[in-house]
């Protein structure tokens, strides 16, 4: 597998889990602390946050499939961008498991 293939992941699960906490924060604005300025953020995260997360669904479903994880794994990585900080701690785990199959995958001479 690619370095490329495990950057790409990390890097849409970072934006995705800093969109989704400023999301949940521009939510706490409006509906708990009812500010005024606080419906066109959380529309606007709202919006960049889903069509990230779809990029985010294709990125992890393909280091998915070329680490050959199971569908259960598969799935809670998936899952993982729509809990607020989630995401982080799923990153980095994914990170450690997925970096031998990297390092296994160089050529010799590299």
Do not use: N
Not at 57 to 75: E, R
């Amino acid at each position: 597998m690619k370095q490329s293939v495990l950057t790409r992941y990390r890097a849409l699960a970072y934006v995705t889990g800093v969109l989704l906490i400023l999301l949940t924060l521009g939510m706490v604005a409006k509906y708990v602390l009812d500010l005024s300025g606080a419906a066109g953020f959380t529309t606007a995260v709202g919006i960049a946050h889903g069509w990230l997360y779809v990029v985010y669904l294709v990125l992890a479903f393909d280091l998915g499939t070329k680490a050959k994880w199971p569908i259960g794994k598969l799935a809670w990585v998936l899952l993982a961008g729509t809990v607020p900080t989630a995401v982080f701690f799923v990153e980095r785990r994914v990170s450690r498991e997925v970096a031998p199959l990297i390092r296994d995958a160089q050529p010799v001479g590299a």
